[in-house]
């Protein structure tokens, strides 16, 4: 039995962006079509097959290990994004200021796609989310140079609504209008997750 199950969910990529230097502007740049390797997107300055490890990991190493790369891509619904928008007081929100990846229509509560779900696309390219992006108060410092008094929200109006993180798992090319097929893990949720949130 295959350990991945093939769902009735898709969704449409309407929006592609690469950030070249997220040190000196997080910023992406919008684009047409993502050539995805094994290091995640060409020319991305998150790509990459290993990184250095950030305060998200601390509690598992020390600052700046050398660990494997699963954060290569930065994955945003347009559902999720409108209601950013709407919270932070803005008719719509430009992804590139977030640093986005990629924008996806189509799929519910986007941000809570299972750990290990994988996004496939006909041309064969797939790519495998890690988890759920936790906002940060970089964007909010983009997003209040753009729209001064809006971002000071985006932390708080993002929460649950950031989108994922994902790496490639099949090398190939993903173009704006491609729609992606959710396969999910093939498992129940851990009896102990629950328990284990309350630590």
Not at 116 to 123: A, F, H, I, Y
Request: proline share 6%; net charge neutral.
């Amino acid at each position: 039995m295959p350990a991945l199950k093939l769902t009735n969910y898709s969704c449409e990529i309407v929006w592609l962006g690469q950030v070249s230097n997220s040190d000196s502007d997080l910023r992406a740049v919008p684009v047409s079509t993502l050539s995805l390797k094994f290091g995640g997107s060409e020319g991305e300055c998150h790509s990459g097959l290993t990184r250095k490890s950030c305060s998200r990991l601390i509690t598992q190493y020390p600052r700046g290990t050398v660990i494997a790369n699963v954060r290569q891509l930065s994955i945003i619904s347009q559902e999720e994004l409108d209601q950013i928008a709407l919270e932070v007081g803005l008719s719509n929100l430009d992804p590139a200021l977030v640093g986005a990846s990629m924008v996806v229509q189509g799929l519910p509560d986007f941000s809570h796609v299972p750990p290990s779900s994988r996004l496939t696309v006909e041309s064969g390219a797939s790519i495998i989310v890690d988890m759920e992006n936790r906002p940060c108060s970089l964007p909010s410092q983009v997003i209040e140079k753009v729209h001064p008094g809006c971002g000071k929200a985006f932390k708080n109006a993002a929460r649950n609504r950031r989108g994922v993180t994902a790496w490639v798992e099949c090398e190939g090319l993903l173009c704006i209008g491609d729609k992606l097929r959710l396969h999910i893990p093939d498992q129940p949720i851990w009896r102990c997750f629950e328990d284990a949130r309350a630590t």
